[in-house]
Every structure is written in C-alpha cells, then in structure tokens.
C-alpha cells in the first residue's frame, strides 16, 4: 500500500510508545514496549487514547469443516505519530492465543487494547501466526498460508487517527483450499476504525464477543475494495503451461494483488517408480492425485525471466510465479500495487512443478468445454471469483462465480 511506503521514509525520531493489553479485568495489565535496539525499555511516554482490537470472519472452507482454529503469538501495530512511524507488538496474555475462525461469522470478538498517543494513525495491522488447523469430518489437518511465511497483513484503506477510545474492527475473509502442499489458507482481510460514539463498555474486555451491527456491516462494505479479472488463455504444450490473467482495479483506491488460485481439471504427470531389488520392476508413479488447485503469486523473482504470452491493449504486462513445493517465498516477489481504474495481464509459462526436484508436473486440460474457476485476492478485501469455460481458440468465457466451494 503506497500511504504505507511514504510513512516508512519519515526519520524515525526515537518516540517510545508504551502499550497497554487489556486482560479483561479493568485493574490488570500488562506493559509492552516497541521491539526497537534503539529504545530504552524502562521509558514510557503518557498516552491518552485507547485503542481496541477487534476481529470478525467470515471464511470460505470446504464443506463438512467444523473449525479452523488459528494460534497467533504477536498483533503488530504499524503506528505513525508525529513524525514517525514503528510497529508496535502487542502480546497476548500466555505469550500465544487461538481463535476459532468458524465461530466469527457476523460476530466480532475482542483480542486485546492498547494505549496510544492521542491523534496517532494506524496504518496496518500483521498477525504473527504460530499455527492453523482445520477440522473436516472429524479429522484435523494442519493449514499453511499461501503466501508463505508466518504472518498475516491487514491494511486500512486510509490511515485511521485514534482520537479518545476506538475500535478497529479487522476482518478476516480467507478461502481454504486443498492444494499441492496440502490445506492452504488464501488471506483476503480489510480494517475499519469505528469511532467512540460506536464503542461500549464491554468492548475492551478480551474475549468479548457481540454481533455485527449494520453500522459494522455498512463500514466494512464501504471501505472494501472491488476488481475485475478475466482468463484471457489457456494453453499446453507439452508439459509447458501457459496462462494469462487480466485484472483492474475496479475500485476507488489502490489495492495489492495477493495472489491467484485456479482451480478445475489437472493431470499429474510424475516420475515412474522402480522396484528396489535386482528385478526393476516398474511400479506406477508416486503422484497421490486428487489436486485440482493451484496457487500463483503476482509478480516474479528478480533473478527470473519469463515470457509474456499475451498482451491486450491498455493492459501492462506483468509476470505470476507459481507457490510449490520449490520455497518460491513471497519475499522475493515484487509488490503489485495496482492503482484505481489500472489494467495488468498477468502470464505464466512453463511446468506447474513440484516436489524437491521439479519432477512431479500438474497438466491441465484444455479440451473445450473444459471449466475452471480462477480466484484473485488483493488487500482491502478486494476479491472475485469468476468460472471459465474453455472455447476452441485457447481463450475462455468467464463469469463470475458465485458458489463459495468452487466446485465445478
């Protein structure tokens, strides 16, 4: 997000902030200073604005799941005061806490406050994730974010100023898929700070639970983000992919693309086994089957070069690199941060590998007729999911979908 790029070039001036996390009894608390070696940890500064966390989710899961459980060990508050900007952590009573996602439908929950200067803005707010599980008729599975790593972001359309007590409501709207790798959790989030008047006494009890208001509804409908997308080819050649996505901003603010899942029909293409004895007899292959997703990442490492495959006037081209079991990390990717009413054509082309050499190969087909779902995600809530029909010509006719378990 641009806003958050300009803040983190003002000079850090050494402002200490102290923070408050609210246990749920009004006489105890915990103090918490900013992760900095250049602060003093026995310094605090007076505050005079409160400001309460708050989560809400509606997620998109597999049908039969029963609940997915995230553990978290950190909230970091990315805060500008002044004329600085730091990210404070805010650290749960136990030094972890879990929440289950399932029970956060059109229900808000309360994770902790924290006290802050009067007037400072909150530009984003990043869970430290410790772990996710999913439960799915009666068996658990472990979850992996699909952007790697171990955190997830949630920005605020604009920066949002705390001015005596506040609440920001942050909601999580992610999608469960059953990937490559396993369960992947694809984020999709959106922040809104809800003003003193909208505040009660009860909100700043860790813990407490209420149901959204139409005020929170309409908040949150009203920041949120909006993009188009559209499967412009299809093809294979070999075990040679290529693909290209069209999306625009649709919206009224800038939004950062997270990231692709393409769902529909594809055929594994892996290494045969051979006996270990003195027979060599061939035994099959080792492919497990039974994935029909696969997940890309906007952008590409800076090391690598890949082909555009289809260009389309007014769009700029960019590049989508595949998330498999090589540790393609989404620190090496480049930021898409794409501007309102903005056009890119996102293309890949090569193998959808996997495995730790490469060798296993998803295939899609490609016979018209053929249907798949292409979801993208980017911040501020901003998401579609649109179904495509293969046609003759390698290109698709889309539409959007409205059926959260994309099954074809």
């Given at each position: 997000?641009?806003?958050?790029?300009?803040?983190?070039?003002?000079?850090?001036?050494?402002?200490?902030?102290?923070?408050?996390?609210?246990?749920?009894?009004?006489?105890?608390?915990?103090?918490?200073?900013?992760?900095?070696?250049?602060?003093?940890?026995?310094?605090?500064?007076?505050?005079?604005?409160?400001?309460?966390?708050?989560?809400?989710?509606?997620?998109?899961?597999?049908?039969?799941?029963?609940?997915?459980?995230?553990?978290?060990?950190?909230?970091?508050?990315?805060?500008?005061?002044?004329?600085?900007?730091?990210?404070?952590?805010?650290?749960?009573?136990?030094?972890?806490?879990?929440?289950?996602?399932?029970?956060?439908?059109?229900?808000?929950?309360?994770?902790?406050?924290?006290?802050?200067?009067?007037?400072?803005?909150?530009?984003?707010?990043?869970?430290?994730?410790?772990?996710?599980?999913?439960?799915?008729?009666?068996?658990?599975?472990?979850?992996t974010l699909a952007t790697?790593?171990?955190?997830?972001?949630?920005?605020?359309?604009?920066?949002?100023?705390?001015?005596?007590?506040?609440?920001?409501?942050?909601?999580?709207?992610?999608?469960?898929?059953?990937?490559?790798?396993?369960?992947?959790?694809?984020?999709?989030?959106?922040?809104?700070?809800?003003?003193?008047?909208?505040?009660?006494?009860?909100?700043?009890?860790?813990?407490?639970?209420?149901?959204?208001?139409?005020?929170?509804?309409?908040?949150?409908?009203?920041?949120?983000?909006?993009?188009?997308?559209?499967?412009?080819?299809?093809?294979?050649?070999?075990?040679?992919?290529?693909?290209?996505?069209?999306?625009?901003?649709?919206?009224?603010?800038?939004?950062?693309?997270?990231?692709?899942?393409?769902?529909?029909?594809?055929?594994?293409?892996?290494?045969?086994?051979?006996?270990?004895?003195?027979?060599?007899?061939?035994?099959?292959?080792?492919?497990?089957?039974?994935?029909?997703?696969?997940?890309?990442?906007?952008?590409?490492?800076?090391?690598?070069?890949?082909?555009?495959?289809?260009?389309?006037?007014?769009?700029?081209?960019?590049?989508?690199?595949?998330?498999?079991?090589?540790?393609?990390?989404?620190?090496?990717?480049?930021?898409?941060?794409?501007?309102?009413?903005?056009?890119?054509?996102?293309?890949?082309?090569?193998?959808?590998?996997?495995?730790d050499t490469g060798n296993?190969?998803?295939?899609?087909?490609?016979?018209?007729?053929?249907?798949?779902?292409?979801?993208?995600?980017?911040?501020?809530?901003?998401?579609?999911?649109?179904?495509?029909?293969?046609?003759?010509?390698?290109?698709?006719?889309?539409?959007?979908?409205?059926?959260?378990?994309?099954?074809?």
């Amino acid at each position: 997000m641009q806003v958050i790029a300009e803040y983190k070039k003002k000079i850090l001036l050494g402002v200490i902030l102290a923070v408050i996390i609210a246990t749920g009894l009004a006489a105890s608390a915990n103090w918490v200073t900013p992760k900095s070696p250049t602060q003093s940890s026995s310094t605090t500064i007076p505050t005079s604005a409160q400001l309460i966390v708050q989560l809400t989710d509606p997620p998109v899961v597999p049908q039969g799941t029963t609940s997915l459980n995230l553990t978290y060990s950190e909230i970091d508050l990315l805060v500008a005061e002044s004329e600085t900007s730091q990210s404070i952590p805010i650290v749960p009573s136990g030094d972890s806490a879990t929440v289950d996602l399932m029970k956060l439908q059109n229900i808000s929950q309360t994770l902790a406050s924290a006290d802050l200067p009067n007037g400072s803005e909150i530009l984003s707010v990043t869970f430290v994730v410790s772990s996710i599980e999913i439960e799915i008729n009666g068996t658990s599975s472990p979850v992996t974010l699909a952007t790697e790593g171990n955190t997830l972001l949630i920005t605020l359309t604009e920066p949002a100023d705390v001015q005596g007590t506040n609440a920001l409501l942050l909601e999580l709207n992610p999608t469960i898929i059953n990937a490559s790798t396993g369960y992947q959790m694809v984020p999709s989030s959106l922040g809104v700070l809800k003003p003193q008047s909208e505040i009660t006494l009860n909100d700043n009890k860790v813990g407490y639970t209420q149901k959204l208001s139409d005020q929170d509804q309409n908040e949150l409908h009203h920041d949120r983000g909006s993009i188009s997308a559209n499967l412009v080819a299809l093809s294979v050649s070999g075990t040679t992919t290529m693909m290209s996505i069209q999306v625009i901003n649709t919206g009224s603010g800038p939004a950062r693309l997270v990231l692709f899942g393409i769902h529909g029909n594809f055929t594994w293409t892996c290494p045969t086994i051979v006996s270990s004895d003195s027979s060599g007899e061939q035994k099959g292959n080792d492919c497990d089957g039974g994935v029909h997703e696969v997940v890309f990442i906007p952008g590409a490492p800076q090391t690598t070069t890949v082909a555009v495959t289809t260009t389309v006037t007014g769009c700029a081209p960019r590049h989508m690199t595949l998330v498999n079991g090589l540790d393609v990390r989404s620190d090496l990717i480049n930021p898409i941060v794409m501007n309102p009413g903005q056009c890119l054509m996102f293309s890949f082309s090569g193998a959808i590998s996997f495995g730790d050499t490469g060798n296993h190969v998803l295939v899609p087909s490609t016979e018209p007729g053929q249907k798949y779902i292409v979801h993208v995600v980017a911040t501020n809530g901003a998401e579609i999911k649109i179904r495509c029909t293969l046609q003759e010509s390698s290109s698709a006719s889309c539409a959007i979908d409205h059926d959260d378990n994309g099954e074809d």
